[in-house]
């Protein structure tokens, strides 16, 4: 048996220079401290200091799974933040502590949007599965699951005056569901195209919606159960388009009777990015495709009596006619709704936040150039539209990072994107220098590290000096994309290649500046390669023998870097070659093409030693570790992964990956760190390890989470009715199933065994006696996947487990959680357990107990509530008194106050 290769595992050090992605947005959860989504993970800023407060990590998961944020909502006053992820998982965090809270699974895909209810104990979710859940936070389970969209859920929120929630789709409806019924009762079919977003304001009397045009529809909602009050016989518009509502449909019995009232017109563009409103409903700002954000006061009811009055009064004037007596002149929608104006964001929106602080409004902006703006505004009645409050910008580039380089020492490493050129210090992931730049494709760190070399677009050199953060110098090099930069092996110089065909070297040379005291480091051009292809890409050997050139015609030339000969040509790939690089000991090199393939060469006599298929898109980046003939890889796929060059096998896939293209791959020098920067702007750095990493255990814990991920859909349920459960069948549930089974055995075989000391795994669980062990065994299932869990269980299992939680029941041990489980096994096996009549007695035990049991607890519950008023009552009572005793002490004093300056003025009178 040959030695076995020790390899060790790279773990995600940091993720850094995303600010805020798109995707998710961005919500306030305190005072001037905002959580900004970052791709898969959650970013807490303060705005003020413009500093990372800390991060929200999704821990463990699927090695190759690419999370990602895509929806968030914060917990009002609270510190609770719900986030929605790509993978239709809802994650519940403390925003405090930063720990995760609760973790809900049932949407199959992502979750466009979800939203509390007014006290914080539920949560709505929505996705492009076309369902929504309603989830209990504090039971940690889901309460229904509202089916009957036929497109993505676009928005879904609780309203506060009723037990209802109201969702919207790109199927053009607005659904109304009533959650005691868990039904749809209303349907609302206005609009011809697809819904983007809707908010409830006016003391939710009022809908206003947002579709694919430059309009904002606007519609009253009245409930038939109430009576018609003043306010919204003053508030309500005249309807002009009376044919319009004679389509409306008023015969679908329900107690709800919508109206529209008129439209809102933006002057964005596009289609409605976003509709959103502050907890009072006062201020609404909406967003387009573009970069303005505009925002809208919804007045209050005397705000709107002194406009209608105001316009009655102008018609007056106009037609001379004086109103009767009484009559007053009905509110139109744009008498109910003020604008406050436009900002003009600098980049485009996609996605916006409001909190109201007094008399001024706030706006949280996250935008498409990777940057976070905060907008300020009045809400008087002749206030100035939004001017920018702050901005986080520094952090991040503006655009993709296209290529990363390291510094010889190990401690920075610098970062190219279209518009800048960054340095970051690689312990606090926080950039110390940026320089504006050209469209940058290429970076090389010169010898020294306090100068970096930048190749670009238009075909420059740019020179740039650390220690005073600016560029020096721009050389035209080449007529076209500089695609590669590498060092030549005595660090005097470096090679350049163009898509103008030709590899050209250079020499760093220092030259006088324009101050005659001083000198700038400059390259200075020596000879010309001359190609017939452009070149892709271009690196030098370690030994400073060979130059070689990635071509356009899919090869790669090999020359002498001392006389430019001729040497080898490598062809082989079926597209352009885009990336290629040279082991350190100078006997391999390894090209990677758009045609997916990595191939590995012997630099003796050109032949091939192995193809593999390492992505499933172009392969944009290729390492070699140095030192090691191990590469790191990268491609359009978003995969990093790593591969051992003499054995031809992959090592490890980097994770977690990123979600879009990777661009470009960097190695550190000692090689203990590597970097990469893809298209979802994040530069994430990996760290070796000392974790031991094993071939064959690493493909078999591949193999399960792929198992994982393809796990079926379960069959219906006979006694699960017409609405489905809110939670989904994952690789989660069925372990908890096989653990709770695992279980059951252990302690029947104990009972029905004479022996007195318990096995070792009930020892090993801290159980006192058998039941104590089943009683952590059904509390260890995750409340969230209880349902599911016991759907798992075969029928024999199931009367066994009755037994068992009967005998739990009458202990009083775990009531709530035997409880649920015990009516749940009994809906669903309702059948089989009647037909079957060998559990009466335990039925008739467990209704017994069942009944005893839960109504102490709900006394116990009782009581503490009671106790709780009572102590509140008595804390207000004390706070009246004191505020009594305050008002009178301060009556006192100023009582004698007066009498002072009375008596003062008596003794000057008398004086006189």
């Known amino acids: 048996m040959g030695l076995t290769k020790q390899y060790l595992r790279y773990r995600c050090g940091g993720v850094f220079n995303v600010i805020g992605s798109g995707r998710g947005g961005a919500v306030y959860v305190g005072n001037e401290v905002v959580a900004v989504a970052n791709v898969g993970e959650v970013t807490i800023w303060d705005t003020r200091k413009k500093e990372k407060v800390r991060t929200l990590i999704v821990e463990g998961g699927v090695v190759n799974k690419k999370l990602e944020v895509t929806a968030m909502v914060a917990n009002g006053p609270g510190t609770l933040l719900g986030v929605g992820y790509s993978d239709g998982s809802v994650r519940v965090w403390d925003t405090n502590s930063g720990d995760e809270e609760v973790n809900f699974t049932g949407h199959k895909n992502a979750v466009t949007c979800l939203n509390w209810d007014k006290g914080g104990l539920r949560l709505v979710t929505g996705a492009r599965d076309t369902s929504v859940i309603v989830w209990d936070v504090v039971a940690e389970s889901g309460v229904a699951r509202l089916e009957g969209h036929k497109g993505p859920v676009t928005q879904a929120r609780f309203m506060e005056t009723q037990n209802v929630v109201v969702t919207c789709s790109k199927d053009t409806f607005v659904k109304f ?185 706030k706006g949280l902006m996250v935008l498409g150039n990777n940057m976070v703006e905060q907008v300020k505004s009045d809400l008087g009645g002749h206030s100035e539209p939004p001017s920018l409050h702050s901005r986080l910008e520094l952090m991040g580039h503006r655009s993709d990072v296209r290529s990363v380089a390291w510094s010889s020492d190990n401690i920075a490493l610098a970062t190219g994107s279209s518009e800048c050129v960054k340095v970051w210090n690689r312990q606090s992931l926080v950039p110390v220098r940026t320089m504006p730049s050209g469209y940058c494709l290429s970076l090389l760190f010169c010898p020294g590290d306090r100068h970096i070399v930048a190749g670009t677009k238009a075909g420059n050199l740019e020179m740039f000096d650390l220690g005073s953060g600016e560029r020096t110098e721009s050389i035209t090099a080449h007529e076209g994309e500089v695609w590669g930069l590498a060092a030549s092996a005595d660090k005097r110089g470096f090679v350049s290649g163009g898509a103008d065909k030709t590899v050209k070297f250079w020499d760093f040379e220092l030259l006088a500046g324009e101050d005659s005291n001083t000198k700038v480091l400059s390259a200075v051009h020596k000879r010309t390669l001359s190609l017939d292809e452009g070149v892709t890409a271009v690196t030098l050997s370690a030994d400073g023998r060979l130059v070689a050139a990635a071509l356009l015609d899919s090869t790669v030339k090999v020359f002498f870097v001392d006389s430019l000969k001729f040497f080898q040509s490598l062809y082989g790939h079926k597209l352009p070659v885009t990336t290629l690089d040279i082991s350190s000991d100078s006997t391999l090199i390894v090209t ?78 000692n090689g ?48 699960e009715g017409t609405v489905a459960l809110p939670s989904r069948r994952t690789a989660g549930t069925e372990r908890g199933a096989e653990s709770l089974m695992e279980a ?51 029928l024999d299992v199931v009367q066994d487990l009755v037994e068992v939680l009967e005998k739990i029941l009458q202990a009083g041990k775990e009531v709530e959680v035997a409880s649920r489980c015990l009516l749940f096994l009994l809906e669903i096996h309702h059948g089989p357990i009647i037909a079957s009549g060998g559990m009466e007695g335990v039925l008739g035990r467990v209704n017994t107990a069942l009944g005893r049991e839960v109504g102490s607890l709900r006394d116990r519950v009782g009581t503490n509530l009671a106790g709780i008023r009572h102590l509140a009552d008595r804390l207000e009572e004390k706070k009246g008194v004191e505020m009594f005793t305050d008002s009178t002490t301060r009556q006192r004093e100023r009582n004698k106050k007066k009498k002072k300056k009375e008596k003062a003025l008596q003794r000057a009178i008398m004086a006189l």
């Not at 318990?758 to 209880?786: H, I």
């Open 744 to 794: 059951l055995e252990v302690y029947k075989d104990h009972i029905k065994g004479e022996e007195t000391q318990l096995p070792p795994l009930m020892m090993a669980f801290g159980a006192e006696n058998p039941l104590d062990y089943m009683v952590g065994a059904v509390g260890r299932v995750k409340s969230a996947e209880l349902e599911e869990v016991l759907l798992v269980l075969p």
């Open 592 to 669: 990677g093409s758009a045609d997916r393939n990595m191939k590995i060469w012997g630099l003796d006599f050109g032949d091939c030693h192995k193809s593999i298929f390492c992505h499933d898109d172009t392969v944009t980046g290729a390492r070699w570790l140095p030192d090691t003939h191990r590469i790191v890889t990268c491609g359009k796929d978003g995969e990093v992964k790593m591969w051992d060059g003499d054995t031809f096998v992959r090592i490890q896939t980097l994770s977690p990956g990123h979600v879009g293209e990777v661009w470009s791959v960097a190695i550190a020098p």
């Open 177 to 361: 569901w009533d959650l005691t019924t868990h039904h749809c009762f209303k349907t609302m079919t206005g609009h011809l195209g697809e819904i983007w977003d809707m908010v409830m304001v006016n003391q939710e009397q009022h809908l206003v919606t947002g579709g694919q045009d430059s309009e904002l529809r606007v519609w009253s909602l009245k409930w038939g159960e109430e009576e018609d009050s003043n306010e919204e016989s003053e508030l309500k518009k005249k309807i002009v388009d009376v044919e319009e509502n004679k389509e409306d449909p008023e015969d679908d019995g329900s107690e709800l009777q919508i109206t529209r009232l008129g439209s809102i017109l933006r002057k964005g563009e596009g289609r409605v990015g976003s509709l959103r409103s502050d907890e009072s409903g006062r201020v609404v700002a909406c967003h387009g495709s573009d970069n303005l954000l505009e925002m809208f006061v919804i007045c209050t009811k005397e705000e709107v009596e002194k406009r209608v009055a105001k316009r009655m009064k102008k018609e007056k004037k106009r037609t001379g006619v004086e109103m009767k007596e009484g009559e007053t002149g009905e509110a139109s929608l744009q008498e109910m709704v003020r604008r406050l104006g436009g900002y003009k964001a600098g980049g485009k929106v996609r996605s916006v936040d409001l909190v109201v602080e007094g008399d001024s409004v």
């Open 672 to 719: 203990r760190f590597i970097v990469s920067s893809g298209k979802d702007r994040s530069v994430r750095l990996w760290e070796k390890t000392g974790e031991v990493l094993v071939l064959d255990d690493e493909r078999e814990t591949e193999r399960e989470e792929m198992a994982e991920g393809d796990v079926g859909e379960r069959a219906a349920v006979p006694g």
